[in-house]
Structure formats: structure tokens, C-alpha cells
């Protein structure tokens, strides 16, 4: 489940920050004929971004430490053998 959750993470990622940034700053130059408003866009856009991480970085490590009591492995999993892979890690 967490590798399917970075593998999704990274294609979002480069899916809004990769494909979709430069039909928009090119549109907002377009737009403006000026690139000073693309940028503070993009700065209004980082300081929100910035902002949010900080919050959420609060509950990191509550949250690490909730997580393998509030994780429990379903029958596939134990069927499967998932929980002895786990102990095995180091998990």
C-alpha cells in the first residue's frame, strides 16, 4: 500500500507540477505580456503550499507513532504471509 501511495504521489506531482505549469505561465504571459504576474503566481502559489506543509508537519509525529497501532492487516495479508514479510523488515 505505501509504495502504490508514493508511485501515486509522484505521477500527481508530475502530473500538475510537470504537464499543466507551462500552459499556464505560458497563458498568464500571454495573458499580462509581462512574466512579473506568472511569477507571483507561482510565489503566492509556494507560500500556500509552504504554509499547509507546516501545518500538517504538527501531526507527523503523532501520527508516526499512531501508525502501526491503527494499521491492521486484513485476511489477504495474513493469508498471504504479508505480516511475517513485515516482522522480518524490521517493521
Known amino acids: 500500500m505505501r509504495s502504490a501511495a508514493f508511485a501515486l504521489n509522484i505521477l500527481l506531482l508530475h502530473l500538475f507540477g510537470d504537464v499543466l505549469?507551462?500552459?499556464?505561465?505560458?497563458?498568464?504571459?500571454?495573458?499580462?505580456?509581462?512574466?512579473?504576474?506568472?511569477?507571483?503566481?507561482v510565489c503566492v502559489m509556494m507560500t500556500i503550499g509552504g504554509l499547509l506543509w507546516v501545518w500538517g508537519a504538527r501531526y507527523l509525529a503523532r501520527d508516526t507513532q499512531m501508525a502501526p497501532h491503527c494499521l491492521k492487516p486484513?485476511?489477504?495479508?495474513?493469508?498471504?504471509?504479508?505480516?511475517?514479510?513485515?516482522?522480518?523488515?524490521?517493521?
Do not use: I, K, N
Open 21 to 41: 505549469s507551462q500552459p499556464l505561465m505560458g497563458g498568464l504571459v500571454d495573458h499580462f505580456d509581462s512574466w512579473r504576474p506568472a511569477f507571483y503566481v
Open 74 to 91: 486484513s485476511a489477504a495479508d495474513a493469508r498471504d504471509g504479508v505480516t511475517s514479510r513485515r516482522s522480518s523488515m524490521g517493521r
